[in-house]
């Protein structure tokens, strides 16, 4: 809860018209969000609040319905380590749902529910404009009033960003972040610009309905000689791949970059550095990350 700051150990006051300011203020309501969260708790910090603009986990359940998380959970090891991902300390979907591989909105839920069993302290659907800070405080100016907090945790995540101006003509593209389902998606032919994680995913749902894909990255991250995870693709993507719609249907263009996409008379072109030229009259989807 905030508290009274008028005694506030800096000798600094709280801006005119407003007596409380908080320790913390949290911004994000994702897994960064709540897992600092019961950090702080465990930490004995009480006085914090956790703002987001829209609701706890509200990215992951915006990912496309067949996504899955490339990391597995597991209950537990002998040494009591932690899977990927858990967020806090005895935290995991293994204990609480039962999944491996949980989808993105069966992490939300998973996020909801430690955030209610953790009573953490939280302010939905609040939009941070600006933070600033003056006189000793940080001032968060939100759609719902102005906030102050001795300390500010920016938890707000990068997938509401996705990286969308790449190359000439990026914009006639659609990105896998504002896919809902790929079950949705209309044609056969499909261009993936991106062949990272969510290029192989969005490849691999697209060929399992017999749709035709063509893959195309800058690099190789399925050749990659490294366990670097930024670079090379997961065991969980490779496992896919070697499926065998996926092998039948989507064809890679390993070091292929993509100059630009035109649209003319309801024709998509992709145009590659080296003159390839590729023509669909499918949306091409961008996977360029964020």
């Known amino acids: 809860m905030p508290t009274d700051t008028e005694g506030h150990g800096d000798g600094e006051s709280a801006p005119s018209g407003n007596s409380h300011i908080y320790d913390v203020i949290v911004v994000g309501a994702g897994a960064a969000g709540v897992g600092v969260s019961i950090a702080l708790i465990h930490a004995g910090v009480e006085n914090f609040l956790i703002v987001d603009r829209d609701t706890v986990g509200a990215s992951f359940d915006s990912w496309p319905a067949e996504t899955r998380f490339i990391t597995p959970s597991f209950p ?10 858990s967020i806090a300390i005895g935290v995991s979907p293994a204990y609480s749902m039962k999944i491996e591989h949980p989808t993105g909105p069966e992490f939300a839920q998973h996020l909801r529910d430690i955030a209610e069993y953790f009573e953490l302290p939280l302010q939905e659907n609040t939009d941070v404009k600006t933070i600033e800070k003056k006189e000793g405080f940080f001032h968060l100016e939100t759609n719902q009033g102005t906030l102050f907090a001795n300390n500010v945790i920016w938890s707000a995540g990068e997938y509401q960003y996705p990286c969308t101006d790449v190359f000439t003509g990026s914009e006639l593209c659609r990105h896998t972040a504002t896919v809902p389902s790929y079950a949705e998606l209309e044609g056969d032919d499909f261009l993936i610009i ?5 290029g192989v995913d969005a490849a691999y749902h697209l060929s399992n309905r017999n749709k035709k894909v063509r893959l195309f990255d ?34 890679l263009y390993p070091e292929t970059i993509v100059n630009s996409v035109t649209l003319t008379d309801g024709i998509y072109e992709v145009n590659t550095e080296d003159g390839q030229i590729f023509q669909s009259k499918v949306q091409p989807l961008l996977a360029a990350g964020f």
Do not use: H, Q
């Open 218 to 251: 800058l690099n190789a991250p399925w050749d990659a000689a490294t366990s670097d995870p930024s670079v090379a693709l997961s065991t969980y993507s490779f496992e896919r791949m070697r499926n065998p719609k996926f092998e039948e249907n989507t064809e």
């Open 194 to 198: 991106g062949g990272y994680e969510s």
């Open 76 to 85: 537990s090891n002998s040494i009591g380590m932690l899977d990927l991902n």
